[in-house]
């Protein structure tokens, strides 16, 4: 009787044992599958975050790129309609002075040519427009040669970034969907830039 009583006890300590392994194996698997998904959030979390940068990067580009073809656009046409100006002024003044000086003398002699006299101070004035106009645009070339170091840092000190542009936004109460309209950019992408900001 005690050896039946033993050998169950025995048969039955057997049968604990394979459920405890097989419990411990499938605990096992459950610890491998929460790493793995861990891994996963991070990898993903990660490659937005990295899309985002590069995104925003060629935003950046992209706007800098349209800044400076815009200025160098109004530059050229402020140089020309200034060069516009100054000639218009000149043509005027000596159209203006032709009529005022005719010749006295009715006689034209081939070796006594039509001279055109004009005041000293209407002609310093010219020359000295000319001048500074000459010098200007001499400035503004030289300006923007040496300008792209100097633009850079008046860019990266005077406009904010788009992150910063939509923080200040959220600090104003404005839900994702305006500043995603004032920006006009998607409204998933104003909700993780916020996301990651907090």
Do not use: C, W
Not at 50 to 60: P, T, W
Request: proline residues 3%.
């Amino acid at each position: 009787m005690t050896t039946i009583l033993i050998a169950v006890l025995f048969f039955l300590q057997l049968l604990s044992f394979y459920f405890l392994i097989i419990l411990n194996t499938k605990l096992a698997k459950f610890k491998d599958l929460e790493k793995k998904q861990e891994r996963l959030m991070r990898e993903m979390d990660d490659t937005i975050s990295v899309y985002l940068a590069d995104m925003k990067d060629e935003n950046d580009r992209l706007i800098q790129e349209l800044q400076r073809a815009s200025k160098s656009e109004t530059q050229m046409n402020a140089v020309k309609q200034g060069e516009q100006i100054v000639r218009q002024k000149e043509q005027e003044q000596l159209h203006s002075l032709t009529k005022e000086e005719s010749p006295v003398d009715g006689s034209n002699n081939l070796d006594n040519e039509t001279r055109i006299y004009v005041p000293k101070n209407i002609v310093a004035n010219a020359y000295s427009r000319q001048q500074q106009t000459k010098a200007k645009t001499e400035a503004k070339v030289v300006h923007s040669a040496q300008q792209p170091t100097d633009t850079t840092k008046k860019e990266e000190a005077k406009p904010l970034t788009m992150e910063q542009q939509v923080v200040e936004l959220a600090k104003q109460g404005k839900t994702p969907e305006e500043i995603a309209k004032q920006l006009q950019k998607g409204k998933t992408e104003i909700e993780l830039l916020l996301k990651f900001h907090h």
